[in-house]
C-alpha cells in the first residue's frame, strides 16, 4: 500500500485512486506560545488547531477501500480487507521533541483525515494497520517513511505498507521424478494475523527464510535462494538428476512461523537393451569402477556395461549356464557355471579363466566373497557348499546335512560364518569353515529362500520366493524373523543393501523393486512396464538400484 506525505491541497484525495494511505505535511509555519498538546492513542482526535513553535500542521488520509470494483479486482497495493484502524507515530524527530512523548494518532475506519501536528526538521514516522479499531488488535502492515518538514516547502513523499507476516504458505511443484534432471518452483506465501495473502508492492517485515532437509545427504539439490523478501517471489529447487530419498523443503520466520512441504521422489525407472536377443540375462553385480557385469545365462556370455556401451565375452565352456557374479576382492569379476560345474573368473579387460569344482554334478549357483582369500559357492544341484581360492588354486566342498536342500544364495556375517539358503529344504544353513558342523534353521514351510545378502544392521537378509516375504536371521542366536512384502504373490529372487541401509529386492511376481527397512517396514517401486520377470539386482556408489529384467532382456535402473 503505498503512502504518501504531501502538502495538503484539494488534489490530495483526487490522486487516491489506488493509493491506500496519505500522509499530508502543511507548509505553514509554527505560531508562537507553547510546545502544543499531544494526544497519545486518541482515536480520530484531531490535534491543537495551532501548530507549536517549531511545528507544521500535517494531515493524514487513509483509503480503506478501493473506489472501483476494477481497482478491487486488481487490489496491486497491499491493504488487508480486515484493517479496521491505523496509527501513526513519530519515532524520531529534532530536538526539543525528541525528549517529548512521541506522537502517536490513530485513525478508525471509515474516518479517512487526520490533522496533527509535526515537527519541523527530519522526521522519522511509522505507519501501522490493525485488525481493530482504535490501533488494537493485530498489526497487519507496517511502513516507516523518513522526511524533512520545513514551513517555508512543500514537502511530498512516497511510502508502501509492508505486510507483517503472521503465517506461511508453502509449495512446491511439479513433481520431483527421480532420475530427471529439473528444476522445481517454490512458493512462500506470507499470510498476515488474519490469514489474508500479503501482496505487493511493498516487502514483508522479515524474509521467509528457506532450506532443504535432506536426511539422505543426497547432494542432488540445491536452492536458487535461501530467503524470499517480496511478495510474488519464488526461489528454484534445481535437481541434478541422482539419487534422491524423501526430503522436504522447510520455511520459517526469525519469529517462530514455519511450514514444511515434504517431497516424495516419484521413482523413475531406464531400462537398457542386451546386444544379443534373448541373451537369458539374470544376475548382476557392480566393480570398483562403476561397471556392471551380468550373467546370460542363454547366450553363455559374460556382459558388461560402462554407462553408455555394452560389451559381451563369450564363455569358452559352451552352455555353461553362468549364474550369480561378484567382483571379488582380487579385482576380477568372479561368477558361477551351473552347467559346467565351474567357477569363472573375467578380468576387466575380458580374460576368463575358469575352475572346475570337485564334483562334475555340483551345479554351483550362489557366489560370495568372505574375505578370506576365498570365494565360497553353493552347488544347487549337488547339495554342497564351497570354496575357490582367490589365487591359491585351493578348493574344497561339504555337504549339507538334509539331502537335496537345494543351496542357493549365499552370505556372511560379522561372526565371520557363511550362511546359505536351502530353497528345497526351506531352510538356512551355517558354516565356520569346511571342517566344522553345518547348522541349519527351519523356515515356515513353503518359504522357498533364495537370494541372500549381509545386512547393514549385522543380521543376515534373505528372500523368501515361494512365501513372498522377507526374511532376517539373527546370527546370535541363529533365529529367524519373517516380513511379508508389500504386496502379495511378489516373489523376490535377488537382494542387495542400498545406500540408504535398506534392503531392496527384486519383485519377479510383480515386476516391481521391493524394500525393506532393517526393522521390516515395506515398500516397493513399479517399473512402468511388465513381462520383465526380475532375477538380480545391485547398487552402484551414487545410490542407483540396477536390476536385470530377463523378461525383455534389459538391464534397468530404478532411480529413488
Not at 505560531?31 to 502544543?36: I, L, P, Q, T, V
Not at 557366489?367 to 591359491?392: A, F, K, P
Request: one cysteine or more; aromatic letters at 8%.
Amino acid at each position: 500500500m503505498r503512502n504518501q506525505l504531501v502538502s495538503p491541497g484539494p488534489r490530495t484525495l483526487a490522486r487516491f485512486a489506488a493509493i491506500g494511505a496519505i500522509l499530508g505535511l502543511a507548509a505553514c509555519g509554527g505560531g508562537g506560545g507553547g510546545a502544543g498538546s499531544i494526544n497519545p492513542l486518541s482515536p480520530g482526535a484531531p490535534s491543537s488547531p495551532v501548530s507549536p513553535s517549531g511545528s507544521s500542521r500535517a494531515t493524514f488520509v487513509m483509503q480503506w477501500a478501493p473506489p472501483t470494483a476494477s481497482a478491487t479486482r486488481r487490489r496491486p497495493l497491499y491493504l488487508a480487507p480486515t484493517a479496521l484502524s491505523a496509527s501513526l507515530t513519530v519515532i524520531s524527530a529534532p530536538a526539543p521533541w525528541t525528549t517529548q512523548t512521541p506522537i502517536i494518532e490513530i485513525l478508525n475506519s471509515p474516518t479517512s483525515t487526520l490533522s496533527f501536528n509535526a515537527p519541523n526538521g527530519l522526521d522519522t514516522f511509522l505507519i501501522q494497520t490493525y485488525d481493530e479499531q482504535n490501533g488494537l488488535g493485530n498489526v497487519l502492515s507496517r511502513a516507516y517513511l523518513t522526511q524533512t518538514v520545513s514551513a517555508a516547502t512543500a514537502n511530498i513523499v512516497s511510502a508502501t505498507l509492508n505486510g507483517v507476516i503472521s503465517k506461511i504458505n508453502l509449495n512446491v511443484a511439479p513433481a520431483l521424478t527421480a532420475g530427471t534432471a529439473s528444476a522445481l518452483t517454490v512458493t512462500a506465501s506470507g499470510l498476515d494475523a488474519d490469514g489474508n495473502v500479503i501482496v505487493g508492492p511493498g516487502t514483508y517485515d522479515q524474509p521467509i527464510q528457506l532450506a532443504i532437509v535432506d536426511p539422505s545427504n543426497g547432494g542432488t539439490l540445491t536452492l536458487s535462494s535461501t530467503a524470499i523478501q517480496t511478495p510474488g517471489t519464488t526461489a528454484t529447487l534445481n535437481y541434478n538428476g541422482g539419487v534422491q530419498l524423501p526430503f522436504s523443503i522447510t520455511a520459517s520466520l526469525a519469529t517462530g512461523a514455519s511450514a514444511t512441504f515434504a517431497i516424495d521422489p516419484i521413482p523413475g525407472a531406464a531400462f537398457f537393451t542386451i546386444p544379443t536377443a534373448n541373451s537369458g540375462a539374470s544376475w548382476i553385480a557392480v566393480d570398483s569402477s562403476g561397471h556392471l557385469w551380468f550373467t546370460e545365462s542363454t547366450a553363455n556370455k559374460i556382459g558388461v556395461y560402462n554407462g553408455s556401451t555394452f560389451t559381451e565375452y563369450p564363455i569358452p565352456t559352451s552352455n555353461s549356464n553362468p549364474q550369480q557374479i561378484v567382483a571379488a576382492s582380487d579385482g576380477n569379476m568372479w561368477f558361477t557355471e551351473e552347467n559346467a560345474s565351474k567357477l569363472g573368473r573375467i578380468t576387466p579387460s575380458g580374460g576368463i579363466t575358469e575352475f572346475a569344482t570337485l564334483f562334475l554334478s555340483d551345479g554351483p549357483f550362489g557366489l560370495v566373497d568372505r574375505g578370506d582369500g576365498n570365494v565360497w559357492y553353493t552347488g544347487y544341484v549337488g547339495n554342497h557348499i564351497g570354496y575357490q581360492g582367490l589365487t591359491s588354486g585351493v578348493a574344497g566342498e561339504t555337504t549339507p546335512p538334509t539331502a537335496s536342500s537345494g543351496p542357493f544364495g549365499v552370505a556372511t556375517a560379522p561372526d565371520n560364518n557363511v550362511y546359505f539358503t536351502e530353497s528345497n529344504s526351506d531352510k538356512i544353513g551355517r558354516i565356520a569353515n569346511l571342517f566344522s558342523t553345518i547348522s541349519e534353521v527351519s523356515l515356515t514351510p513353503g518359504a522357498q529362500p533364495e537370494g541372500m545378502v549381509r545386512g547393514p544392521d549385522g543380521n543376515v537378509w534373505f528372500a523368501e520366493h515361494g512365501l513372498s516375504k522377507i526374511g532376517k536371521l539373527f546370527p546370535n542366536s541363529f533365529s529367524v524373523t519373517e516380513f511379508p512384502t508389500a504386496t502379495p504373490n511378489s516373489a523376490p529372487v535377488g537382494m542387495v543393501v542400498g545406500k540408504d541401509g535398506a534392503l531392496w529386492f527384486t519383485e519377479n511376481g510383480l515386476d516391481r523393486i521391493g524394500r525393506s527397512t532393517t526393522s521390516g517396514v515395506m515398500s516397493e517401486y513399479g517399473l512402468g512396464a511388465t513381462g520383465l520377470n526380475l532375477i538380480g539386482i545391485t547398487v552402484k556408489s551414487n545410490g542407483a538400484i540396477w536390476f536385470v529384467a530377463k523378461g525383455t532382456n534389459q538391464i534397468g535402473r530404478l532411480i529413488y
